[in-house]
């Protein structure tokens, strides 16, 4: 006797540009470039158990419905629209009693022209960072999880950043050093506290209000700027200072975690040439990597 245990289906990977106009100005423009994922949970166990598609919503429809909303709908910002999403699903079908949405921004950024003023609908690709957001619903016990993060923020600073006093022991060959090469790839992640953001709608209306654009802005802003201004003391000690600062700014945040490797750069020994105390040439390691994860929240106290 086997049974199911549980069971999720949708569309991945459903990519729309989205183009808005200023009324007053169509010249000036900005777009939105997303990859959507969908994932519906609820009655679909006769699916799976006898066969029986009756309850499926395809996924054919979940990419339609999609692009659909993605065209008459605002998409500005990532979170409203995954909102709106999830009212849509959980509203329309009996059967759809969860989504879990999950959508990928690219950074398309205005450019400025030789005459230092962004051009009114060209931009740039920024690299491969994103901004996200993850929302789950569930209609039935009304919970509602909002995430949002950054992902593929690649900085690196040439001084300003230290690692000594660790454990050491007979299997230790690290040196310690109070000036090295730090960079890292930053996956930074905040959650937002479910008694400010109850209900779909309140994450609909806290949109409108800039909630969601605010904390990207204020998350990155601070990453980069602590990033610069610290002297690091170790890249846990750093991203423990990064997520403090976001909780400070921002009280509708709850957690906030940062994921970051540490991409070693390491100081070429040129000692065989005669060439003595290089601390200028780096090769950049390719692997291994370190991989350092933290999240911070607030103590329970202080509420
Ligand atoms: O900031 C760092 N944290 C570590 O845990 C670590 N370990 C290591 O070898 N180098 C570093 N750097």
């Known amino acids: 006797m086997v049974q199911l245990i549980s069971s999720t289906y949708g569309k991945a990977n459903v990519k729309f540009l989205k183009v808005k106009k200023n009324p007053a100005n169509p010249n000036e423009q900005e777009v939105l470039e997303a990859n959507v994922k969908v994932l519906l949970t609820g009655q679909f166990d006769v699916a799976y158990t006898k066969g029986d598609n009756a309850p499926i919503v395809p996924t054919d429809t979940v990419k339609n419905t999609i692009l659909i909303e993605a065209k008459t709908t605002d998409v500005w910002p990532i979170e409203k629209f995954a909102a709106h999403l999830a009212k849509h699903f959980t509203n329309k079908y009996n059967q759809i009693e969860g989504v879990d949405i999950e959508i990928v921004q690219a950074r398309w950024v205005k450019y400025p022209l030789k005459n230092g003023k962004l051009h009114?609908?060209?931009f740039r690709?920024?690299?491969p960072e994103t901004r996200r957001?993850?929302?789950?619903?569930n209609k039935l016990t009304r919970e509602l999880f909002i995430t949002s993060a950054i992902?593929?923020?690649t900085v690196l600073k040439s001084t300003g950043s230290m690692f000594y006093g660790y454990n050491v022991c007979d299997y230790t060959t690290l040196?310690?050093?109070?000036?090295?090469?730090l960079s890292t790839d930053v996956y930074?992640?905040?959650s937002y506290d479910p008694k400010y953001l109850p209900t779909l709608e309140s994450v609909i209306s806290k949109a409108k209000d800039g909630l969601f654009d605010n904390t990207y802005n204020a998350a990155r802003a601070t990453t980069l700027e602590l990033f610069a201004l610290e002297n690091s003391a170790s890249v846990q000690a750093t991203m423990y200072n990064m997520s403090e600062d976001i909780l400070k700014q921002v009280k509708e945040v709850q957690?906030?975690?940062y994921e970051l490797p540490n991409k070693h750069y390491i100081?070429?020994?040129l000692e065989w040439k005669g060439i003595k105390g290089n601390d200028e040439l780096f090769y950049p390691s390719p692997d291994p990597n370190g991989l350092i994860r933290s999240t911070v929240g607030r103590s329970k106290a202080k509420f």
């Open 125 to 127: 690709h920024d690299g």
């Open 133 to 137: 957001t993850h929302l789950k619903f």
């Open 188 to 190: 930074a992640s905040w």
């Open 267 to 269: 100081l070429f020994n």
């Open 175 to 181: 040196q310690p050093t109070k000036d090295r090469v």
């Open 255 to 257: 957690y906030v975690t």
């Open 120 to 122: 009114a609908h060209s």
């Open 151 to 153: 992902k593929d923020l």
